[in-house]
């Protein structure tokens, strides 16, 4: 039990989601082992939950330090909200999920919810020898049986699925607790195997055409898209391979059979993974710009306050937690939600678990502190952009009216602006209404052209695109210097058209047959950016010093307003004024803000992970109870010894 708690433990450390569907599996079989106990006195039974349940907690209690704050930091997640499923619903018939088994079966890696349970096509022959096999009891069968019904329930009921993920539904990867199935799986049909010299040839012979007829009828009434006819046909000759393996164990060729199945094993899986495997990028391909890029951030003068970097051409939204950069872009199960939300509403490409500078406008870059961007190509300079560098094909620009981390706001803006509107472009203009300066996003007129668009350019600059149309997931732009298309549009992201020249014209079609694109197009306004800029940047925050945990700062206010900071609001967060303890406040529903009065004050920001001290207690305590448990053990130990 000692063992248990600090493996465990660590499983818990490793990774809290797996482990969630782990410590759910160990309930369900622990339930399992209790019923397949030989009977006996209430107390036996009662002393065994109290023994898991106390050996249980104490794994949990290990991992304390890390737990906490993960569950702190998911209830500002998108799957916060625990919302149990109302009414029962199923995805997939039993029949279908069964025969998953059979192999070379396209593999599940989007929203669809198959579970991906190939573990070879020999488990079809022992699992019906496994039910066939007299030595094995019937209540263990029933069990077992029971435990992989379960399973099956839980890939393709609501509820169930809901239960397993931690009560919420997975953002793609469906049904992630197969791999407990297969483990599941596998088990039974070793315990036919250990029984298999005493198993009858006419059980094999009967489980080898079972198992055939399942195929054909598989075959038969499968329609699943996945499924080409060609997996049937392979199927059947592994699965004679197999029976042919296991005649040849029973005529004490064990050796030889044991030589030959790790041989076909290893080429049903080499088949197996040719023909369903995901394609990825290349390491090469993935590690390209690494050196130039971090080559161009050596080169960059210390900073005399905090700025943030972003990749225009990413290969992942986490390229600057990778190379070490600060930036916007992040793919992360704890993205928070309300960043996610207000990205969405400046234009930017956000999703459930991911949110991206994707659809930015130079205001947007602005407010969120980007005052630097990689390129993978050469591009003029403009008004707001200016090059400062090259490496190896790596481009290195500054945006020059870049935003501080905080500035102060008058105390009604916030509530006053607009953000919640659909058009994300009136969304940006209503701030500058606010601020009393020009619209940063200008129409341009669009005229009809089929099922798509096409506009002029009216001058030179950078032109965005918003799709009024929610059905279109997919843009072809036909520009003057070749085409762009664009993915994912129904999240409503704004469509970056470069910069254009005057008198350039584009085209624009959706890439659903059937749909009608209409679409509002803008033209950015350097000369309102600029305007902007000035007037938020009259009472900026002066970092003196930064880390991840700690900021310190001057800000003087001309008047009395609100402290904005382009940070996440976290609870964890304590503020300081002149040394006076301040309350830190929600701003825009996503960020993190302070009152402040007119004057000159000092600043300081310390932030502490929820949970991570009672975390460290805990996970203190549980060590300490788990030694003190071993030292009374050995002790024990030695007496019986003596």
């Known amino acids: 039990m000692l063992f248990r708690s600090i493996t465990l433990g660590l499983s818990i450390l490793s990774n809290y989601y797996i482990s969630i569907m782990t410590c759910l599996f160990m309930v369900l079989y622990f339930i399992a082992l209790l019923i397949l106990e030989k009977p006996g006195p209430i107390k036996k039974y009662v002393m065994a939950c109290v023994r898991f349940g106390l050996f249980s907690l104490i794994a949990g209690g290990l991992a304390a330090l890390v737990l906490l704050p993960e569950v702190a930091v998911l209830k500002s997640t998108a799957s916060g909200n625990m919302n149990f499923p109302k009414t029962l619903t199923s995805y997939l018939p039993i029949f279908d999920m069964l025969a998953r088994h059979i192999g070379n079966v396209e593999t599940e890696t989007g929203l669809d919810h198959w579970p991906n349970i190939y573990c070879g096509v020999a488990v079809f022959l022992f699992f019906l020898l496994y039910l066939a096999c007299k030595k094995i009891s019937a209540k263990e069968k029933t069990v077992y049986c029971g435990l992989l019904l379960i399973f099956f329930a839980s890939f393709s009921v609501n509820a169930l ?130 050196k130039e890029v971090q080559a161009l951030m050596e080169k960059l003068e210390p900073a005399e306050d905090f700025y943030r970097v972003e990749k225009k051409t990413r290969k992942t939204k986490n390229d600057g937690a990778w190379m070490n950069f600060p930036s916007v872009s992040l793919f992360s199960s704890t993205a928070n939600a309300d960043l996610t939300k207000f990205l969405k509403r400046m234009g930017c490409e956000a999703s459930t678990n991911a949110y991206s500078i994707t659809g930015s406008t130079p205001l947007v870059d602005s407010l969120l502190s980007v005052r630097y961007a990689l390129y993978s190509e050469y591009i003029p300079n403009t008004d707001l952009v200016n090059y400062i560098q090259e490496s190896g094909g790596t481009y290195l620009y500054e945006n020059l009216y870049t935003l501080p981390l905080g500035f102060v706001l008058p105390y009604d803006l916030a509530d006053n602006w607009q953000y919640q509107m659909e058009n994300q472009a009136e969304v940006q203009n209503d701030l500058c209404l606010l601020l009393g300066t020009d619209d940063v996003l200008v129409p341009v007129e669009t005229e009809v052209s089929g099922s798509g668009c096409t506009f002029t350019a009216d001058m030179a600059g950078e032109y965005y695109v918003y799709i009024q149309n929610k059905k279109v997931k997919n843009v072809k732009a036909s520009l003057p210097s070749g085409e762009k298309n664009f993915s994912n549009v129904d999240r409503g992201y704004l469509l970056e058209m470069g910069n254009l020249s005057e008198g350039s014209r584009i085209t624009l079609t959706p890439g659903e047959s059937g749909e009608t694109l209409t679409a509002a197009v803008y033209r950015f306004s350097p000369r309102a950016m600029i305007q902007v800029h000035d007037r938020l940047s009259q009472s900026p925050l002066h970092l003196d010093s930064w880390r991840d945990t700690k900021l310190t700062g001057t800000v003087t206010a001309a008047e009395s307003g609100t402290l904005f900071l382009s940070i996440p609001y976290d609870e964890g967060w304590t503020i300081t004024i002149d040394g006076q303890p301040a309350e830190g406040e929600k701003i825009l529903e996503a960020f993190l803000s302070v009152p402040v009065e007119a004057g000159t004050h000092e600043i300081s920001l310390i932030y502490m992970p929820g949970g991570l001290v009672p975390g460290a207690i805990l996970s203190g305590v549980s060590l300490a109870v788990l030694a003190l448990l071993w030292l009374v053990k050995r002790r024990r130990s030695g007496r019986a010894g003596a």
């Open 161 to 290: 699925n809901f239960i397993w993920h931690g009560l919420h539904y997975p953002n793609s990867l469906p049904c992630r607790q197969s791999f407990i199935y297969i483990f599941l799986m596998l088990f039974v049909c070793f315990r036919a195997f250990q029984y298999l010299r005493d198993i009858p040839r006419r059980h094999v012979a009967a489980a080898f055409w079972g198992s055939v007829c399942f195929v054909i009828l598989a075959e038969k009434l499968v329609e699943q898209e996945h499924f080409h006819f060609a997996v049937y046909y392979v199927a059947i000759l592994f699965l004679a391979a197999y029976t042919g393996l296991i005649y040849l164990y029973k005529k004490r060729r064990r050796e030889l059979a044991a030589f030959l199945a790790l041989a076909l094993v290893a080429v049903e899986a080499a088949v197996n993974t040719t023909v369903t495997s995901v394609t990825t990028t290349s390491r090469e391909a993935y590690t390209r710009d690494n």
